[in-house]
T-cell receptor, first 118, second 117 residues
């Protein structure tokens, strides 16, 4: 079974600064997908960024980027120019492809609560 | 507007009662999912359905039941057999096609907070 570990329960960052959230995972699969979701106080889960394991290039979405280290099974999220609206719980998630047994199901980490301060 | 709706936003239940949580999507997605979120934990999969009239158990299906009679709808019933049902419940959907691209990203509804009195 896959596991996802987020070892930082809470983090804080000053507005306009950069912060990195850590995520490690365990799997024996070679093909899979990784996601970062954001859950603000409204509790709506919002997709931040996704990465396909077969792509070597790290995914980026505006101020959000990942550092995907496949051999180390590490998938960290970097938030640049942090804004107050980035305050949220951030979840890392793993998924096997839909064509595999047990695929298309998300396995989540326990989350990192990020607070952006003035 | 396309999206996923869940109702009600808050739900209170007496012990011993069954309750049904609604999830509707107009995104024309094939697959739908139910997750449970408890404080200090990530989301855990309850049930999922990849096609109408078919569904599979997730990791914590005991005490829950679902149906998938229409593509747009995937209601979750929390039965009296669920011993600790107080939690936040999230519904999600995705295009379940065996193609690359955005096919496997799950999009979430706003959630239902269930409290057992």
């Amino acid at each position: 079974a896959q596991t996802v570990t987020q070892s930082q329960p809470e983090m804080s960052v000053q507005e306009a600064e950069t912060v990195t959230l850590s995520c490690t995972y365990d799997t024996s699969e070679n093909n899979y997908y990784l996601f970062w979701y954001k859950q603000p106080p409204s509790r709506q889960m919002i997709l931040v960024i996704r990465q396909e394991a077969y792509k070597q290039q790290n995914a980026t979405e505006n101020r959000f980027s990942v550092n995907f280290q496949k051999a180390a099974k590490s998938f960290s999220l970097k938030i640049s120019d942090s804004q107050l609206g980035d305050t949220a719980m951030y979840f890392c998630a793993f998924m096997k492809p839909p064509w595999l047994i047990g695929g298309n199901k998300l396995t989540f980490g326990t989350g990192t609560q990020l607070k952006v301060e003035l | 507007d396309g999206g996923i709706t869940q109702s009600p936003k808050y739900l209170f239940r007496k012990e011993g009662q069954n309750v049904t949580l609604s999830c509707e999507q107009n995104l024309n997605h094939d697959a739908m999912y139910w997750y449970r979120q408890d404080p200090g934990q990530g989301l855990r999969l309850i049930y999922y359905s990849q096609i109408v009239n078919d569904f599979q158990k997730g990791d914590i299906a005991e005490g829950y039941s679902v149906s998938r009679e229409k593509k747009e709808s995937f209601p979750l019933t929390v039965t009296s057999a669920q011993k600790n049902p107080t939690a936040f419940y999230l519904c999600a959907s995705s295009i379940d096609l065996l193609v690359a691209g955005d096919a496997d990203t799950q999009y979430f509804g706003p959630g239902t907070r269930l409290t057992v009195l």
